[in-house]
């Protein structure tokens, strides 16, 4: 009974992970620890035709490059990676950033991961992004750092999008 039971928590969750399609949009050093940012670009919503919301995670670099690739899921995910690869995929990151080809395989293994790959984030964030105003605002955060938890589920208050930023970035990938 508990394997059945297993089974069907199982399934539920691959059927989660289906549901999103975490796509790379930045990066940053924190605490000396290297984070890769993601946006999911299943759950954007938009509120009007220049507002929009959307969830966003970030992993440790390191915790990505840990990835098991020979067995287990980490072997559907080196398999899932090396389809995009050989299909031709390009991450929506490089529409906005210039990157070497090497570079693209790698972002692409690193959405793969944030997509399959169960691994913890450090940082959960929905952001409300208007696009004529060029503002950002937090609507939910959830941070975790040194083992201490930071969450906040009020709205932040609109903030302009400073150049160079993960954030700019992000608005540069989803805003029309």
């Given at each position: 009974?508990?394997?059945?039971?297993?089974?069907?928590?199982?399934?539920?969750?691959?059927a989660?992970?289906a549901?999103?399609?975490?796509?790379?949009?930045?990066?940053?050093?924190?605490?000396?620890?290297?984070?890769?940012?993601?946006?999911?670009?299943?759950?954007?919503?938009?509120?009007?035709?220049?507002?929009?919301?959307v969830?966003?995670?970030?992993?440790?670099?390191?915790?990505?490059?840990?990835?098991?690739?020979?067995?287990?899921?980490?072997?559907?995910?080196?398999?899932?990676s090396?389809?995009?690869v050989?299909?031709?995929?390009?991450?929506?990151?490089?529409?906005?950033?210039?990157?070497?080809?090497?570079?693209?395989?790698?972002?692409?293994?690193?959405e793969?991961?944030?997509?399959?790959?169960?691994?913890?984030?450090?940082?959960?964030?929905?952001?409300?992004?208007?696009?004529?105003?060029?503002?950002?605002?937090?609507?939910?955060?959830?941070?975790?750092?040194?083992g201490?938890?930071?969450?906040?589920?009020?709205?932040?208050?609109?903030?302009?999008?400073?150049?160079?930023?993960?954030?700019?970035?992000?608005?540069?990938?989803?805003?029309?």
């Amino acid at each position: 009974m508990r394997h059945l039971l297993f089974i069907a928590l199982m399934g539920a969750t691959s059927a989660q992970a289906a549901d999103v399609d975490w796509k790379l949009y930045g990066g940053a050093t924190i605490d000396q620890k290297a984070e890769v940012c993601f946006y999911d670009a299943n759950g954007v919503t938009w509120k009007s035709d220049k507002l929009f919301r959307v969830w966003t995670k970030c992993l440790l670099r390191a915790d990505i490059l840990k990835v098991d690739t020979k067995k287990g899921p980490g072997k559907a995910i080196i398999d899932e990676s090396a389809k995009r690869v050989a299909h031709h995929y390009v991450p929506p990151i490089a529409t906005v950033e210039n990157a070497v080809a090497d570079l693209l395989v790698d972002y692409t293994f690193f959405e793969v991961v944030a997509d399959l790959g169960n691994l913890e984030p450090t940082g959960r964030m929905l952001y409300e992004i208007d696009c004529s105003e060029d503002k950002v605002r937090w609507l939910s955060l959830f941070i975790q750092r040194n083992g201490a938890q930071y969450n906040k589920n009020t709205p932040g208050d609109w903030e302009y999008i400073a150049p160079e930023t993960n954030v700019a970035r992000l608005a540069k990938l989803l805003c029309p």
